[in-house]
């Protein structure tokens, strides 16, 4: 209640008409950021237990079947649950856009509820900021965190018995800035689909349907977003693109290019977010005339 004390216009009536869907976000947040680190923790335990008892896996010894063959499945279950962490993170987009689009923004246009605030001194650009200004400052609050988070546990998969790998699709998503620009860009879609469609079932639809198009389209052309390199594969992770079959030997992106394929990725979204924005705003001026 504090925090609503201390905020002004429509922000504030933004935040406590969904503060409950914000709360219950913000536990599953939580509830993730706990659960990875005491995975980590625990595979740790276990390999320090599993030495405690003379046991090894690579050279198993009469005696130590079971404690081996456990050790390996907790291990695997762990690896897992932080790449079922990250299709939750790559769904995420999509649930952005449907919350923004529907409940947000289809909603109010519905019930035309928009036009008390409209009539209060609150211009239909400043209604449309402060609807964007909520989600927007949850995922500035919430998700750099937990990327950093990700990365740091995935990082220490490495030594393990089931390295987590960069480049599959719900890893790659939540350990680099991608997470924060997916995010970006199902919010402002959300924000045309609910201008555009102005109910909220319809508009909820639109909005995850354009959101997965777009994510899934640059899921695709993502290795192609940087040169990839041929020939014999370096140290580390690669991500192999082709066989031995193809005539200028093995393509594939090593490690090294985690960083260029996310930030050209983070900028195009960037650039999506902010022409979807722009239209979101443009679509508003028309309607309000």
């Given at each position: 209640m504090s925090l609503l004390h201390g905020l002004r216009g429509p922000v504030r009536v933004t935040i406590g008409l969904h503060r409950r869907t914000l709360w219950a976000a913000f536990a599953v947040v939580l509830l993730a950021a706990l659960a990875l680190p005491a995975g980590r923790w625990y595979v740790q335990s276990l390999s320090e237990d599993l030495a405690v008892a003379g046991c090894e896996v690579r050279h198993t010894v009469p005696g130590c079947g079971i404690q081996v063959r456990g050790f390996l499945s907790r291990s695997l279950y762990v690896a897992r649950m932080f790449t079922c962490t990250g299709l939750a993170v790559t769904a995420l987009p999509m649930l952005l856009a449907a919350f923004v689009a529907g409940p947000l923004i289809g909603r109010e246009l519905e019930s035309h509820t928009h036009r008390l605030q409209w009539t209060q001194s609150v211009s239909p650009a400043r209604w449309l900021a402060a609807k964007l200004a909520v989600p927007v400052a949850a995922v500035l609050l919430v998700l750099p965190a937990f990327v950093l988070l990700a990365a740091w546990i995935r990082r220490g998969s490495l030594d393990t018995w089931y390295p987590i790998p960069w480049y599959t699709a719900p890893v790659y998503g939540v350990i680099g800035?991608?997470?924060?620009?997916?995010?970006?860009?199902?919010?402002?879609?959300?924000?045309?689909?609910?201008?555009?469609?102005?109910?909220?079932?319809?508009?909820?639809?639109?909005?995850?349907?354009?959101?997965?198009?777009?994510?899934?389209?640059?899921?695709?052309v993502r290795p192609r977003l940087w040169p990839s390199l041929s020939g014999t594969k370096g140290d580390g992770s690669p991500w192999q693109l082709s066989g031995p079959a193809d005539p200028g030997g093995p393509r594939y992106h090593p490690e090294a290019h985690f960083w260029p394929l996310q930030l050209v990725e983070s900028g195009i979204l960037l650039l999506l977010a902010a022409a979807a924005t722009t239209a979101a705003f443009a679509l508003l001026r028309r309607r309000h005339r």
């Open positions: 800035p991608v997470a924060v620009g997916y995010a970006f860009l199902g919010i402002a879609i959300g924000a045309v689909a609910g201008l555009l469609v102005g109910r909220t079932l319809p508009a909820m639809a639109a909005a995850v349907t354009a959101t997965g198009v777009l994510v899934a389209t640059l899921a695709l």
